[in-house]
């Protein structure tokens, strides 16, 4: 009679409908679905919409200080440039030597090899998507990310045919110690940077990673993270956007290299001086100078919260449209200074290069007064 009588209820049960506590966790498992859909959709959003350098940025090692980043993809772009993988040597050289004319090249580590590499390792500014050089106190590597058309097992088989010693895995450094540049350099008649001492190829990504250092360059291939740990890094290369080339700073590195202690004496009474008038600046969590198409530049500069951002910005904006102690002369005679804005943590200002003046080259080392810390 029991199991008749729970079969029954159990009929009568399914007749009735679901109960309010199954209508409640249908509910619940809804809305848990469409949350987890949202956030799936924001990370999708969000990775989808990252710029190649916000990508680039993120492969460096975490102990990065100064990002040196060069689009050489946008920058053939902007010039018209028609080099290639197949160009000559002579051909690379002119190309830079017009790269160098639109102040588009000073943040590249390939400059002085550009020739050698073209001859002897098959890649170079003439067909490189991107180039990105990462600096800390303890070493550098250079990230370079290769076209999609690139043979990388043709690239092992010319570094060993160069006398890089094969690595016995796949993924392992190429290390040619302190003799393989300099007798390849000998062999070409051009230069070749001891930045290219020891090199790793991560064929997932495409891309080629280079280093004076064989220890320096291994760390970087085996952690290469996926985001910016930096919080004010990851600020103002969100801010700067798609550049063809810039100079980024942590927030500590541009307090330091950027600071008008740098500057002698005489320069630095006029600039307490020009500081007094200002107003109050704060110090920065992170610095990006940029080159944009058409030859615009962005500064952007990160601060701890969004009060001083807004208060920098009219500090900033002062300091950038008056006298240069440090730098000579005044910013004006470089740059028109447009639209200065903050935006939550980060200000930005954008400058319009005067007769062509080589503006990035010239503020992305200091004594800059309006990054001063």
Not at 191 to 205: G, H, K, R, T, V
Not at 253 to 278: I, K
Not at 295 to 319: H, T, W, Y
Request: proline content about 5%.
């Amino acid at each position: 009679m029991a199991v008749e009588a729970a079969e029954e209820e159990t009929r009568s049960a399914g007749r009735r409908g679901p109960s309010r506590t199954t209508v409640i966790g249908v509910g619940a498992l809804a809305v848990l679905l469409v949350a987890a859909a949202a956030v799936v959709g924001v990370r999708w959003w969000r990775e989808t919409h990252r710029s190649e350098l916000d990508r680039a940025v993120a492969l460096a090692p975490a102990s990065t200080q100064r990002f040196s980043w060069t689009d050489w993809a946008a920058v053939r772009e902007e010039l018209g440039a028609r080099v290639a993988a197949d160009s000559s040597a002579d051909d690379v050289e002119e190309f830079l030597s017009d790269a160098y004319d639109a102040d588009l090249s000073s943040a590249s580590a390939m400059g002085e090899s550009a020739a050698t590499l073209q001859s002897e390792f098959g890649f170079s500014p003439a067909d490189v998507e991107w180039e990105l050089l990462a600096q800390s106190e303890t070493g550098s590597v250079l990230v370079l990310r290769l076209p999609d058309s690139a043979d990388l097992d043709a690239l092992g088989d010319t570094l060993e045919a160069l006398g890089y010693p094969r690595p016995s895995e796949a993924d392992g450094v190429w290390d040619g110690g302190v003799d393989v540049v300099p007798r390849i350099a000998e062999r070409a008649g051009t230069s070749l940077s001891p930045q290219f001492n020891a090199i790793a190829i991560d064929a997932d990504e495409h891309l080629v990673l280079a280093s004076d250092s064989a220890p320096y360059v291994r760390d970087a291939a085996r952690d290469l993270p996926s985001r910016i740990d930096d919080e004010g890094v990851r600020d103002v290369v969100d801010a700067v956007g798609d550049p063809l080339s810039a100079s980024i700073y942590t927030g500590d590195f541009a307090c330091r290299s950027l600071a008008m202690a740098q500057a002698d004496d005489v320069d630095q009474a006029d600039a307490d001086q020009l500081l007094a008038a200002a107003g109050r600046v704060d110090p920065l969590t992170g610095f990006a100078i940029a080159t944009e198409a058409g030859g615009g530049v962005r500064v952007a500069m990160a601060f701890e919260d969004d009060g001083k951002a807004r208060r920098n910005a009219d500090s900033r904006s002062a300091l950038a449209s008056g006298p240069a102690p440090g730098q000579g002369g005044d910013f004006g005679d470089r740059f028109d200074l447009g639209q200065v804005r903050a935006e939550g943590r980060v200000v930005t200002l954008d400058l319009d290069p005067v007769d062509d003046s080589p503006v990035l080259s010239d503020l992305a080392t200091g004594p800059v007064l309006f990054a001063t810390c």
